[in-house]
């Protein structure tokens, strides 16, 4: 491994540095090797992110973005982050074996809902403590549990939502452990209550115009609305066992509704699922529309592959086109092998026209929580095939399997010039394999992509340079760990899935 002492030292100091892999250009090993390296990487990583993430959970239950509290200042609670972190801290506590490590998991979950709790009830610039808790909209909070209350893009309606899902797996956790579980009678009750303030706050609001989760575009966002429709399915479902029958019904009302929406964002003409319609404020310049955070949706919303999920043609392709896109406007993609001779595949930022640079607006960078929602796609989408048995390449979604590592799938398809009907590959052939494969190969890319750009500590902030690879932005943003832990487990997932096929 070729490492520069000028990258050991500045990774012991905590700097921003390109860990690994920055020796010159190697060529590209072979993928077994390749993939125990990643797998090697990840191992050690995983363990270095679930500290930096538990390192920024304060005691009274608030999860900060960032420990950063200036340049930029991240130093809050903010709904969304902390809903999406939890959900992998849930994750966790599920697969722990560990004792004491488990408890300790535990308590972050218990504290964060009592946290949640306390918020919800107090009157924020969002709005007033009404019926349908208007209030709830505001995206963040002091670390006190006091509304932040100055200028800020609100509300935002994705965070409830994304804190409703977050909760429904805190109840069914605790339901499965039975008696020696994360949370007593008294604590079971506080989650129920912030759950359905969640869930009525969504049941109510979801028609808002609202800002996006990346907090620039107000309109109506394909990333709000999966999220809102899977909170009241599931929310639905949950009062409808608990015997709330008038909320269930509700619920399921408006999630119909929001299905239709959804299905509106596909566009065919561009040929991806656009990010926002009906924009009335915010930035005005994501001409493109194309954005990472339909792929986020996905990903925080799909459950048993019923909707949008990893393995559906349109999210594939637009999976593809983000990637296409990012792979030609970084510099630092022209680089597609590391120096450990790791294949590399592209850093993925938020949207091409971006231009927050992590403190100010300039130019958009890479973003690790992008990078890494791209390599879990990948492998949720190996899973999904998996499980089904049966991959099919049509004309909709063969740019996407085209560009997949190796060229398996130029052989199955005939080469794209002279591609003419569907190819239909089922578990019994040996090629079915080799798709999976293809999959797990590019996400392993997507993951040495990250492992390029972080740190010999393992630390993880909010973006790396797209001229430079170094790091930048908030240092140790709590979603970038999440992020990878997230994708990590579903690797883990995928490869346990493989040695029975
Ligand atoms: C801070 C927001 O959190 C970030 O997402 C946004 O891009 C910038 N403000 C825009 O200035
Ligand atoms: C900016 C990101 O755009 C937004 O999604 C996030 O909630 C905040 N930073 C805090 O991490």
Redesign the pocket.
Known sequence: MAKTLACVVSAVLGFSAIGYGAGSQTEKIPNAQAQATVQFWLEQQMRKSARHMTDNFLGNGAVLASPSKADPDYYYHWTRDAALTMATVARLYETETDHTERNRLGEFMRNYAVFVRGINDRPTASGPVDAYYTNIGEPKYYVDGSPYDRPWGRPQTDGPALGALTLLNFLSIAAADGQSTFVDQGEVRVIKEALTQYLDYTAHHWQTPTFDL???VKGRHFYNVLAQRRALLRGAQWMQKNGDKARASHYSAQARLLTAVAESYWDDKRGYIVATHDRSGGIDYKNSNLDVAVILAVLHTDDQGEFFAPTDDRVLLTAYRISQSFKQLFPINQRNVDGDGLALAPGIGRYPEDR?DGVT?SQGHGWFIATAALAELHYRAALGFAKAGRVEINAQNRAFFASLPGSLVATLTGGQERFTKDVVVKSSQDSFRAVINALLESGDQYVARIRHHANLVGELDEQFDRNTGFMRGARHLTWSYASLLSASDHRRQLLEWLKDL
């Open positions: 990346w907090e620039e927050y607006n």
